[in-house]
Every structure is written in structure tokens, then in C-alpha cells.
């Protein structure tokens, strides 16, 4: 067998199944067999017919490239067949149901995108004098006023990019309210529960503080008095960072007692609002004393995910925090709106500037268009029917899987492994799922429980959808209940079969290098 570069056969491996058949061409009847861009390269080829240059005396100061560019040459019908054809291996929320687990894949309405295609939003630039863009700042304002009155916040900062940079926002504003009390030196301790996700541990040690875990107890919640103990033991305590409902997919019950122990020790509350999707309408996070938090646009308020379009992560603020947001934010006076842009007078506290303009317009734009299109009852109807979804999908799988927790779950289902046979792992039931044209579920975490599943069918899934999925991972798993070897060798039908996952995490190859002549002659 010829394998490229990469260690990947250059034609397809002929199985012994009859749909694994070989073919002359390597696509098998829609899927179209695609090498590496790289591959089918020809120097010289391209898609557009420039005129030749006259030359002219350079510039560039002796600076300018002289080898070859190494883009790949393709004529414009190749390359468009190119990406067609990768994103016909892509699985897409338009294509089916989107289980993953904390990601709240929910649909992306089409309202949205026509919203945001209007050339008042989409056709204008930053740096345009602000007076020509007065109603784009006013949408994003009028967004502000909806983040702020469904969270029961009293300011938000509109410019972070995703969750994650939203997470990143709230601990600079920490760490800066910490500055101005003089104690950024003393306080360096974040707690952050067993459970949280990954993101979270990561963005306290980025701004600089300890991370300090506490254990989840038998609920699945935070451990009390585990917290209340580390709480005692310790005076250097910056704040908390606590996802509600949790990763687990419940709530957290003692959340205001929480708050109460975490800013009688002098710290603040961040709370990761990834989740918010499920008490959206019904819960406003700042009656429990958070004093930070980020809102994933992309999973409440229905704007695409990662490859659909930038993410955005506005994050709201307690009263202690407001002083501290960072630049650019939204002022309205009798000229108008304007925005404050530089860290003094208005903003002479605030921590800085984290992003290069004001946030994504195109992601305000839907997700204000969502919001209008459901109303605040429709909103409220979001939570309740996301949560409904979840308790159906556990209910009609807890007599095949484990639910890792008693009772009624919030806005997911989580199961632990226990229902499977010896030898038969969660990586094994996600493979399978895949034959059965599904993208998996969210596996091996929160890493509280034991090889994870956990399943997020959001508001927008109808009950056929949801029985269909639920129908084929009662089969998967009555398979892995009973030891079925063949889960093993899972996925069957993908045009890709089981990855060495390991060795891609440990040594991923992400540069094409040129076959070697020997290479070539040897083919
Ligand atoms: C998705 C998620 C994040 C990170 O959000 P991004 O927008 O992906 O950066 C953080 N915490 C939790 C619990 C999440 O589910």
C-alpha cells in the first residue's frame, strides 16, 4: 500500500465487507474520494487570468520573496470541488441532531442570517466615523440591555470573543478590583470544582492566581463542607469560578450560600454561564450573587458554532466589577452613542483593551434577532423545553445506560460507563453512533464521572428527532451491555475507521511535506 507524507494510504483500504469494496476512482457512490490540496497541486495552475505586470522597480526595499510562494495550483472548478467535497464529510447542526454535551448545539435560525446580511450591519467597517454608524451601536446596545435584564446584571462588556475569552475578561476584572484594593499580591487562591470545564482552570492560571479544586459530592454538586473547610483554612481566597447548572447538568442547589461564603471571605463570584441556556428566562444569575459571568451567543442565543462563524462571549458585571470592564464600551449622550475607547476619564479604572474593536457585530445581530423573534415568554419556553428534552432522552435510556446522578437532570442527560461489559469503553459506543449517522456525545467528561457520556439535545429537536436518536443508542448500548465485540472495531461505514487517536494527540503531523524523488519514483 502507497501511503502519503502524512502515513495516510494514498487510495482507500479495500475492506471485506461488500460496501468497503474497492474502487478505480476511491470514492464510493456520493462520497467522493479527496486528497490533500497539496497533492493535487500543479505549479503554474491557477484560477485567475491576471495581465503580465510591466515591470516596475521594486519597492519593497530589496525585502521582497524570492522563492516560490508554495500555494497549491488549482483552476477555480478544483478548487471549489475541493472544500465541496470536505464539507460533505463535515456533520453539521443543518444535517442532524448534535448530542455533544455542554456545547448547547441548538439550531441556527435563518432569520438571524438574513438579519445580519442587512447592509447596515454587514457592509460597515470599524473605523467609520461613529456618526455613520449610529444604529449598528445602538443594536449593540439594545443587546447589552437584553443581556443585562436577563441576567439581572447591571453592566455587561460586549467585546469578548467566546466563552473562554469572556472567562478571561471576568478574572482581569478580578484581578484588577484585587489591584485596586490592594491585595492583588495577597489574594491568589481560585477555587474551581472538580467538574468544571477545562477552560476555567486554564483562565485563573492565565491571569496569574492558584488553582485550588474542590471535590463534587455523591449529588453531583459542590461539596460543602469540603468548601467550607478550605474556606476556613485559608485567607488568600481571589474568588470562585462555578458553572450553574453545573457540567453535570444540574444545579447548584447551594449556590447562594455559596456566594455568601466566597464574599464573606473577600473573594468574588465568577460564574461560567455556558449553561445558561437552561435556566434562561426563569433564573437571573445576579439574585445569587454572581459577579461575573460569560454568555456563550453561540449556545443560548442560537448564533453558529466555530466553523459557521466567529463566537462571541459578552460578559456581565456585578456592581463591583463595572468599574474595572475593559475598553471600548458604549456611552449614550445628547450626540448620541459613542464609544469610550481609551482607559481614562470614564474609564479610568478599567483594565485595559482585549480585542482590537468593539466585539462581533454579526453574532449581535442574531442574537438580538433571536431574542426579538422569541420574546420574553419565548425565552423562558427555550430553558423549559431544553430541559424537557434532556429528562426525556434520560428517561428513555436509563434501562439500557446509568444515569451518573438520581434524579430529574437539567438541560443534559449524563451517564457513567457502568452499564458496559468488560472491555467495552465509551470511546466504542461515540464510534458506533457515528455509523449510525450521528455526531457523538460528549465523552469522558466532566471527569467526575467515570467514562462520561454526556447529551445535549436542546430546545430544538422535535420528539421524532429525539426517539430516533434515542432508538439507535438503546441498540448501541444494549450491544455494549452485552459485551458485542464488534462495537470495537466501530466506525464501519465512516469513510475514515478507527484513528490512532493517541499517537494523534502525542505526534500530530500538521505540515504537508513534499514526497521525497525517491518517494515518487517508488510509486
Ligand atoms: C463551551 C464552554 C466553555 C467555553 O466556551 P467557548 O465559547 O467554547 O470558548 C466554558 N465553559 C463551559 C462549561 C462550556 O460548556
Redesign the pocket.
Known amino acids: 500500500m502507497t501511503m502519503n507524507t502524512q502515513g495516510r494510504p494514498t487510495t482507500p483500504v479495500s475492506g471485506t465487507q461488500p460496501h468497503e469494496a474497492e474502487t478505480v476512482s476511491g470514492s464510493k457512490g456520493l462520497y467522493q474520494f479527496e486528497p490533500l490540496i497539496f497533492e493535487t497541486d500543479r505549479w503554474g495552475k491557477t484560477g485567475v487570468d491576471l495581465p503580465k505586470a510591466k515591470r516596475k522597480a521594486s519597492r519593497m526595499g530589496g525585502v521582497e520573496r524570492k522563492a516560490k510562494v508554495d500555494l497549491p495550483g488549482l483552476s477555480e472548478p478544483e478548487t471549489i470541488r475541493h472544500y465541496v467535497r470536505l464539507s460533505q464529510r463535515n456533520y453539521a447542526i443543518d444535517l442532524g441532531l448534535f448530542p455533544l454535551g455542554?456545547?448547547t448545539m441548538k439550531h441556527n435560525p435563518r432569520l438571524n442570517e438574513k438579519m445580519a446580511r442587512l447592509p447596515g450591519f454587514s457592509d460597515i467597517h470599524p473605523m467609520q466615523p461613529q456618526a455613520t454608524v449610529q444604529g449598528a451601536l445602538g443594536l449593540i446596545e439594545e443587546l447589552a440591555d437584553w443581556l443585562k435584564t436577563l441576567t439581572g446584571m447591571p453592566a455587561v462588556s460586549m467585546s469578548p470573543k467566546?466563552?473562554?475569552?469572556g472567562?478571561l475578561c471576568g478574572m482581569l476584572a478580578i484581578r484588577q478590583a484585587l489591584l485596586a484594593r490592594g491585595e492583588a499580591d495577597t489574594r491568589k487562591r481560585v477555587l474551581v470544582p472538580a467538574s468544571a470545564?477545562g477552560?476555567?482552570p486554564a483562565t485563573a492560571a492565565q491571569c496569574g492566581f492558584i488553582v485550588d479544586e474542590i471535590d463534587a459530592d455523591k449529588r453531583g454538586r459542590v461539596h460543602m463542607s469540603h468548601l467550607r473547610e478550605k474556606l476556613e483554612k485559608t485567607d488568600d481566597i481571589a474568588g470562585i469560578m462555578l458553572?450553574n447548572p453545573n457540567?453535570c447538568g444540574l444545579f447548584e442547589t447551594d449556590i447562594k450560600e455559596i456566594a455568601d461564603l466566597i464574599h464573606e471571605a473577600g473573594g468574588y463570584f465568577y460564574c461560567?454561564g455556558?449553561?445558561f441556556n437552561a435556566i434562561v428566562g426563569r433564573v437571573r444569575p445576579g439574585d445569587l450573587g454572581v459577579d461575573a459571568m460569560h454568555i456563550?451567543l453561540?449556545?443560548t442565543f442560537s448564533t453558529p458554532h466555530g466553523g459557521g462563524g466567529p463566537?462571541s462571549?459578552p460578559t456581565v458585571l456585578s456592581d463591583a466589577l463595572a468599574p474595572y470592564a475593559p475598553v471600548p464600551f458604549i456611552l449614550k449622550d445628547e450626540n448620541g452613542f459613542r464609544l469610550v475607547e481609551e482607559t481614562e476619564e470614564e474609564a479610568s479604572e478599567s483594565f485595559g483593551r482585549m480585542t482590537a474593536f468593539h466585539g462581533q457585530m454579526g453574532m449581535f445581530v442574531r442574537a438580538l434577532t433571536y431574542m426579538l423573534s422569541h420574546g420574553a415568554d419565548g425565552l423562558k419556553q427555550v430553558a423549559e423545553d431544553a430541559v424537557l428534552n434532556a429528562n426525556y432522552i434520560q428517561a428513555r435510556l436509563k434501562s439500557v445506560m446509568t444515569p451518573a446522578f438520581d434524579g430529574y437532570c437539567m438541560h443534559e442527560a449524563l451517564f457513567s460507563d457502568k452499564f458496559t461489559a468488560d472491555g467495552i469503553e465509551t470511546i466504542d459506543i461515540a464510534k458506533a453512533l457515528i455509523d449510525e449517522g450521528y455526531h457523538p456525545m460528549t465523552m469522558y467528561f466532566p471527569l467526575v464521572v467515570h467514562g462520561a457520556l454526556l447529551i445535549e439535545p436542546t430546545e430544538t429537536e422535535s420528539k421524532a428527532e429525539l426517539d430516533r436518536f434515542c432508538d439507535a443508542l438503546q441498540a448501541i448500548a444494549a450491544k455494549a451491555a452485552a459485551g458485542d465485540e464488534s462495537l470495537k472495531g466501530a466506525p464501519y461505514h465512516a469513510p475514515m475507521r478507527r484513528l490512532d487517536e493517541t499517537q494523534a494527540a502525542r505526534k500530530p503531523v500538521l505540515k504537508w511535506t513534499p514526497p521525497s524523488p525517491e518517494q515518487i519514483a517508488a510509486e
Open positions: 455542554s456545547c467566546a466563552g473562554a475569552h472567562e470545564h477552560t476555567n458553572t457540567t461560567d455556558a449553561n456563550n453561540h449556545k463566537g462571549g
